[in-house]
């Protein structure tokens, strides 16, 4: 028997399918519409929770997924969009949410099992023997050549895949409840009031150290209010789900280790070797300072060795579990500021960290916070500034190929830092960079911004340093002063011919320390916060994995579109798809912009995405009061509004300062697109015919704008609104045959 006959559709029905079969005294007094009200806000709320959902745990559990977070992003949408555009079907597709996320969550978990326990095969993420693009963590069982190779684009297209069809159910009861409500404004605004919800509770759920546990239990609970009445194969598959999640929360199959869930990574703590791993990759141990010194005091050994005093005031970006701070009082540094933006590693550190560096409060003060964001607007200046490893493993959002660390490396960050250390004072850096070419580009920007050629050790011991060369077995180390530098010309000298300085044989196993020349005859393009990619080889869209993933999502994409919703009896609308397509960029573009302004930290993502969402109610209340009858002054204004964001470069905002007027100021170029934007669409929207297919357009116009974002990689974030503004100029083509009525 067809599951829709005890399910039927909203569209056939004059009250939606989930206020049917609520219990009388939960809804009966309300009238019909505000039950439609209702319901089309708990399915926007249910969409959004369950889509952070999955990007969070999905990231953190499927190997490598972590870089190309996106990618989970765009399967939700897509999966929105097919259930949008099947609103009409007869079948009920919510019926196989539970189902398929049991199956999907199942498969991410037995993928992680294989890869951790069973050894002969790797899975290949561009080519990283010689990659157009570095991802740390990624390239250790690539070079053994009698493993299987997996593309990682294999993997991704399998979960796209999967994900996707996980969000079919909810998106067509999102068109199913648009359809039942007649005012299209009253119905829109309980689908933005339905999203903020989502993200405050998920915001909330992050800021109190939440497991996926919690998540997927609000996840599948909100889903079975939805397929009401409940049959004990949904029970039976939520039962399930829990269980698999509560062995990937909770890390079950490790007895010894310990499993944390911070806003950005899944951390599994091992405190017998006192390793931290996070999304599965290897990312920090805590070492005793005493027996295991390492690079950790190589700058204050070689300081010493200059005949200069202990450190006075010091600065540690990236300060993680201790060993940098431990290694720094070991040396008599008087006072540290330790920036880390993952409060959680942090607190292992302070708890259990065999120097207890973080125990120095008179010392040692902690902050938790982006490093960028923190240099700026730091009290005073420092004596020593240090970039520790830095090298985060997680993409700043799912909505750009931004890491978290992106805005620490370009040519404006340098000379943030050296705003904030003393004339003479050093700025330090180091860590496996990977490739010459990344140690050779860093090199150059250090001389170009502070001035002085900076000293360039490599353990072991290497003379030279060329782009070409391979780095991945070479710890580096950067030094450079603020001007002229008594010490540092002392360390130049000194190193100048190799010398013996024991360091624990895991960092220089030759024991000798000396300066590498390197090579930047051919280092041409250097990071800026518009071109932030310091692990991109060159300008443009590496070949693997990104342009051949991106050619399977969109085969995937249209296959799944014909499958789900055929053109023979869907219609998708024009002018809608291009309006998703252009707003997805206007919001990436946002997101990159206020976190290079204020951070790059979850709170700061999260307020951002509120912020966008309120600036659409408010254009969508516009829409509601004054009823705009023409669509051309709107398209006019946008236009005007992206010749503004254009013209005005990042670096002015920078310079307001931190106060109030560099906050208003930078909101108001930033959201007020987005309120042209959003007037436009939901002026369309009000007359709209079909408001399960149109939305469902627009929906699927978001996947192209998440797919061009990469485009970025080319122009740069700023010139990424010209891509944008092509999709609009589409969008009020497309609109002249569908004239706008009152």
């Not at 999907?104 to 326990?117: G, I, K, M, R």
């Not at 050619?551 to 024009?574: E, H, T």
Request: proline share 6%; with cysteine.
């Amino acid at each position: 028997m067809d599951s829709s006959a005890a399910l039927p559709s909203l569209s056939e029905s004059n009250v939606p399918v989930a206020a049917a079969n609520l219990p009388p005294s939960f809804l009966s007094r309300l009238p019909p519409n505000s039950r439609r009200l209702l319901d089309l806000f708990l399915v926007s709320f249910t969409l959004l929770f369950f889509e952070l959902t999955c990007i969070r745990w999905f990231a953190s559990t499927v190997i490598f997924l972590t870089f190309f977070t996106n990618l989970v992003l765009m399967a939700c949408f897509l999966g929105l969009s097919v259930g949008c555009l099947s609103a009409s079907r007869r079948f009920s597709f919510i019926r196989t949410v539970l189902p398929l996320t049991l199956f999907t969550v199942a498969t991410a978990l037995l993928a992680a099992w294989a890869y951790n326990h069973y050894g002969q095969f790797a899975v290949d993420v561009g080519s990283q023997k010689s990659p157009q693009v570095v991802y740390f963590g990624t390239e250790y069982r690539a070079k053994d050549p009698s493993k299987f190779l997996v593309p990682v684009e294999a993997v991704a297209s399998v979960f796209f895949v999967l994900v996707a069809l996980m969000f079919v159910g909810l998106g067509q009861a999102l068109g199913r409840a648009f359809n039942a409500v007649p005012d299209r404004m009253s119905a829109y605004s309980a689908d933005i009031f339905g999203s903020l919800a989502g993200i405050g509770a998920f915001g909330l759920a992050s800021y109190f150290n939440t497991t996926p546990h919690l998540w997927f239990a609000v996840s599948a609970l909100l889903v079975l209010y939805f397929t009401r009445p409940w049959t004990l194969f949904q029970v039976g598959c939520q039962t399930a789900l829990l269980l698999l999640i509560a062995v990937s929360a909770y890390g079950l199959d490790d007895p010894h280790g310990q499993t944390f869930w911070s806003p950005y990574y899944k951390i599994h703590y091992d405190p017998l070797s006192r390793a931290i791993n996070v999304n599965n990759l290897a990312h920090q141990d805590m070492h005793d300072i005493r027996t295991f010194q390492g690079a950790y005091v190589l700058p204050h050994e070689l300081l010493r060795r200059a005949g200069q005093p202990p450190v006075d005031k010091m600065l540690i970006i990236g300060a993680g579990s201790g060993n940098d701070v431990a290694a720094a009082l070991s040396a008599g540094v008087g006072h540290i500021d330790a920036v880390e933006i993952d409060s959680r590693i942090s607190r292992i550190g302070q708890e259990d960290h065999p120097n207890r560096p973080y125990d120095a409060t008179d010392r040692v003060t902690r902050y938790f916070d982006d490093g960028r964001s923190f240099v700026r607007h730091a009290p005073g200046q420092y004596d020593l500034a240090l970039y520790a490893l830095v090298d985060s493993l997680v993409l700043h959002s799912g909505y750009s190929s931004l890491r978290l660390e992106s805005f620490l490396f370009t040519q404006e960050a340098f000379a943030d830092v050296r705003a904030k250390v003393k004339p003479g004072g050093l700025f330090v850096m180091y860590n496996y960079y990977r490739q010459g070419w990344i140690v050779a580009r860093l090199a150059k920007m250090a001389e170009q911004v502070f001035g002085v050629k900076p000293v360039v050790i490599s353990l072991p011991y290497q003379k030279t340093i060329q782009s070409g060369d391979s780095q991945a077995d070479h710890f580096t180390v950067l030094l450079v002063s603020n001007g002229p530098s008594p010490a540092l010309e002392s360390i130049r000298q000194s190193l100048a011919q190799p010398q013996e300085m024991p360091l624990s044989a895991a960092a220089n196993s030759t024991g000798l320390i000396g300066s590498a020349a390197v090579d930047i005859s051919t280092t041409n393009l250097l990071p800026s916060d518009d071109w932030p990619f310091l692990y991109l080889k060159e300008r443009g869209i590496p070949f693997k994995p990104s342009v051949t993933g991106m050619l399977l999502i969109a085969v995937l994409s249209a296959l799944i579109l014909f499958v789900f919703a055929p053109i023979r009896r869907v219609r998708p609308n024009g002018q809608m798809f291009f309006l998703g397509a252009g707003f997805m960029l206007l919001e990436t573009r946002g997101v990159v912009q206020m976190a290079l302004l204020f951070g790059a930290t979850w709170v700061v993502n999260s307020v951002v995405f509120a912020a966008i969402l309120t600036m659409v109610l408010l254009s969508n209340l516009t829409v509601q009061w004054f009823r705009p009858r023409r669509l051309w002054p709107f398209y006019v204004a946008l236009f005007a509004a992206f010749l503004v964001n254009l013209a005005i470069p990042l670096s002015s905002f920078l310079a307001l300062g931190a106060g109030s007027l560099r906050t208003v100021a930078a909101c108001a170029v930033v959201f007020v697109p987005v309120y042209f934007a959003g007037i436009i669409f939901s002026t369309a929207f009000r007359d709209s015919k079909q408001p399960d297919v149109d939305f469902g357009s627009n929906i699927a116009g978001i996947i192209l704008g998440g797919l061009s974002e990469y485009f970025s990689l080319i122009v740069g974030f700023k010139y990424l609104l010209l891509i944008a503004l092509t999709y609009y100029a589409l969008s009020f083509l497309l609109r002249r045959s569908q004239p706008v009525t009152a």
